[in-house]
């Protein structure tokens, strides 16, 4: 009868040690969070672009921006600050390591706009506008796609962020 029962509890115990697995997976962020939780969660690096002027093809315009475009990170921070990272390799030497700007979303959550506006030299300065609707945003991707029409002509710009 002991063995019985010592070969039933053996059975018990690997049964338990079998369900009690790592429950941990790969996203740990939670399914449920909004829009804004998801950008506020990771820094975010551009890393695809493209450009379709009216029916002709997409083109990357990704691989021909400088090395010193492609390390910057974008921060959306609480209270809708938007923060820029030069990264490693800064365009101008002379330029801060970070720049703040302000970034809304809208339409249900669709549409983000942010703007980041920095001085390049005395008396003058340069606007970055990441605007447009989300196409996707996952823990890891962000899609934004800007339609801008100029004399009739459709420009789309397609961006990829990666979360680092």
Do not use: H
Not at 37 to 43: F, G, S, V, W
Not at 66 to 92: P, R, S, W
């Amino acid at each position: 009868m002991n063995k019985l029962s010592s070969y039933a509890l053996s059975l018990v115990l690997a049964g338990a040690l079998v369900s009690c697995g790592d429950d941990n997976n790969n996203d740990p962020q939670p399914a449920n969070q909004t829009a804004s939780e998801k950008l506020m969660a990771k820094p975010w690096m551009i890393t695809a672009a493209t450009e379709k002027k009216g029916n002709n093809a997409a083109v990357d315009i990704y691989t021909s921006e400088n090395a010193c475009l492609k390390d910057n990170l974008y921060k959306f921070q609480a209270g809708n600050v938007l923060t820029l990272d030069e990264g490693k390799t800064k365009c101008l030497g002379t330029s801060p390591q970070t720049t703040t700007g302000q970034w809304s979303l809208s339409n249900n959550d669709q549409t983000l706009s942010g703007t980041i506006t920095f001085t390049i030299a005395p008396g003058f300065s340069s606007e970055i506008e990441l605007t447009g609707t989300i196409e996707e945003l996952s823990a890891t991707q962000l899609i934004l796609v800007d339609t801008e029409t100029v004399n009739g002509l459709a420009t789309v710009t397609r961006t990829t962020f990666t979360a680092q």
